[in-house]
């Protein structure tokens, strides 16, 4: 985020606050990650697409056992997707996966799946992010990163599925009405982290890692 709070660059777009070095930070927590998760309106805006890697972050995810790509997992209560976002920008990139809620019509669902994206279907009208996180890990996704955006963070929080939050501060100050980091309710129970790291860049970034104090149990409510 900006100094003043903001994760948007005066074009709405969080590209326009990012550093060198927080784009390499970002490159090396997908290069360490099972799959990315990413809420539906972030997917659109941003123009997510299946994810492809630089050779020194396959040769990571290599020396970690990982498969050679992490999954794009989006959530989204209405699949408003475009097929397209099966393929990479550029080269070979992993899976794709959208989950959403039950009862979609088939002609909704079938070019997704036709383009070679997996869709889940929930069992009701809204989406419990707690039990999606448990299903991913039961496929073998256990390392989530969630890339945003604000609604889609403030559901894990909620939940209580959180394990740690990854924050970098740039050194700008953008002024305007940009989101928050999280957007929705105020949790019932507020999470409580501890500082786990800190570390500065010669750019001027600030990365911090914050983990959760899991002294404090947390009484978290599913969220969709």
Known sequence: MSLDGSVQGPDGRSGTINTASDRHVFALQRAL??????GANTAR??????IDLEPWQ?????????????VLV????SVDLDPVIATPAEGTGG?????????????DLEPLRAAGITVLEGEGSALDVAMIIDQLAGTGLPRLLCEGGPRLHNHLLAAGVVDEV?????PVVVGGQGLRSTSGAALAVPSSFQLHH???????ALFTNYRLNRAEPHEGAPSG
């Open 166 to 170: 990854a924050l970098t501060l740039a």
């Open 58 to 70: 396959l040769q990571i995810r290599e020396q970690e056992g990982l498969a050679p790509y992490p």
């Open 198 to 204: 800190a570390l500065y860049a010669d750019d001027g």
């Open 74 to 77: 989006i959530i989204s209560a």
């Open 33 to 38: 990650a099972d799959a990315v998760l990413v």
């Open 95 to 107: 899976g794709v996966m959208i989950i959403t809620t039950a009862g979609k019509p088939e002609g």
């Open 45 to 50: 805006y941003e123009g997510y697409r299946a």
